[in-house]
């Protein structure tokens, strides 16, 4: 009986071989590893890293800001009571490729107005804003932005019969309309502090305005210009060259790097197969306006894309 203990403790004590100990741990290694990998796998791509993709994956549907009083980049079409634009095929374009096809299948577009963008964010109201959103430090820290996906400058829209007014240096003592909450409002009192401003909450308002002569210009990025410029090429004109370069940016929830990086990546695919040109063409193009390079530049300078 004792002769039996001593050989089992001796069995129990004995050191295992350098072998042994090396094909265990790379069992208990490859264990470990294994629930994580099919975790992984039964979970969507990027579900793991981004919470917007999760979330908007698990809803199986995505909610987009945009415009719908901007001609050529987001106005309501009156036949489908839906908006059409650059910003929405962009918009397209990104969830398409960033959340996948069923969820592109189900894209709602939101009306939001330039002073509404962050909140709408920011309180969840949408997933993402593509709403001609000029990408500036301010807003960033409220919120983050993809892209840019195009850059702009403002400009500025007078009736064609004013013949004196060629650049923002002539809107002194005038009455000069933009949007409440834009960065076009920031740049007009920087660069015209003795214009009188005209707040409204829309731009379609204020070349209402304008034609109403209640106000002498509108001033705001050169692109949302072309739009109104199109409907009315002999009642209107743009006034000089740009004054500031404005970058439109994805606006995004606050702190979801993962989303900004793939719809970043996304972007600089849409540059180099075409669908960005491709978009440009189908909605600012009957404008006449030439087609300009993508922001390839200014947006490898933002992302660390491939």
């Known amino acids: 009986m004792a002769t039996d203990n001593l050989t089992a403790v001796t069995h129990r004590s004995r050191p ?13 290694a490859i264990a470990a590893i294994v629930p994580v990998v099919l975790l992984a796998a039964a979970l969507p791509a990027g579900a793991a890293t981004s919470p917007t993709i999760a979330s908007v994956r698990e809803r199986g549907g995505i909610t987009v800001g945009t415009k719908f009083d901007q001609p050529l980049f987001g106005l309501t079409d009156p036949a489908t009571g839906e908006p059409a634009g650059f910003d929405v095929e962009i918009a ?72 004196t007014t060629d650049g923002v240096a002539d809107l002194a003592g005038t009455r000069v309309c933009t949007v409440t909450g834009s960065t076009s409002a920031t740049n007009l009192a920087a660069k015209a502090p003795t214009a009188v401003p005209v707040l409204l909450d829309t731009y379609s308002a204020c070349v209402a305005a304008l034609r109403a002569g209640e106000v002498d210009a509108v001033t705001t990025d050169e692109a949302i210009l072309l739009g109104f410029l199109a409907d009315d090429p002999s009642g209107l004109r743009l006034a000089g060259r740009p004054f500031t370069t404005e970058r439109y940016g994805i606006g995004i929830p606050e702190g979801d790097r993962a989303l900004e990086r793939k719809i970043d990546a996304a972007l600089t695919r849409s540059f180099r197969d075409g669908s960005w040109t491709r978009a440009w063409k189908r909605t600012i193009g009957p404008s006449g306006a030439p087609v300009p390079e993508p922001p390839t530049r200014a947006l490898k300078r933002e992302c660390a894309c491939p």
């Open 92 to 163: 397209k374009l990104v969830v398409r490729e960033v959340f996948g096809a069923k969820v592109a299948r189900n894209v709602s577009f939101v009306e939001t107005p330039s002073k509404a963008r962050e909140s709408a964010l920011t309180t969840g109201a949408v997933d993402l804003v593509v709403a001609t959103y000029t990408i500036t430090p301010e807003r960033d820290t409220v919120v983050d932005f993809a892209g840019p996906y195009y850059e702009t400058g403002q400009s500025i829209l007078v009736p064609h019969s004013d013949t």
């Open 16 to 28: 295992e071989s350098p072998v042994r100990r090396v094909r265990l741990g790379a069992v208990a």
